[in-house]
């Protein structure tokens, strides 16, 4: 079993910055893939940005150049840092990881999710 926990939503005014963390525990052989989606009220979950094993990454066109995706592999750990928020950016961020849990077993695990609002 693999396990993400998320922290760092919460309330902020429009501008302004918050940091995701997401940490992940259980049976890790390797992380492939973690990365950020987001689900607002009414809309389906989309792709927030992803980071791959080799660092490479990849951003939704809406947040290029506001948020910046991170990774600790030593602390099997993913962060999202926002900054410049906006309203549209209010929704359920989960966190999303590809793990192999052994040389030959992979498996897709998703975190609780945690709120992110953006208003004054």
């Known amino acids: 079993q693999v396990q993400l926990v998320e922290s760092g939503g919460g309330l902020v005014q429009p501008g302004g910055s918050l940091r995701l963390s997401c940490a992940a525990s259980?049976?890790?052989?390797?992380?492939?893939?973690m990365g950020w989606y987001r689900q607002a009220p009414g809309k389906e979950r989309e792709l927030v940005a992803r980071?791959?094993?080799?660092?490479?990454?990849n951003y939704a066109d809406s947040v290029k150049g506001r948020f910046t995706i991170s990774r600790d592999n030593a602390k099997n750990s993913v962060y999202l840092q926002m900054n410049s928020l906006k309203p549209e950016d209010t929704a359920v961020y989960y966190c999303n990881a590809a793990v192999l849990t052994d040389k030959y077993t992979s498996l897709e695990v998703w975190g609780q999710g945690t709120l992110v609002t953006v208003s004054s």
């Open positions: 980071i791959i094993s080799g660092a490479s990454t």
């Open positions: 259980g049976s890790i052989f390797r992380i492939l893939v």
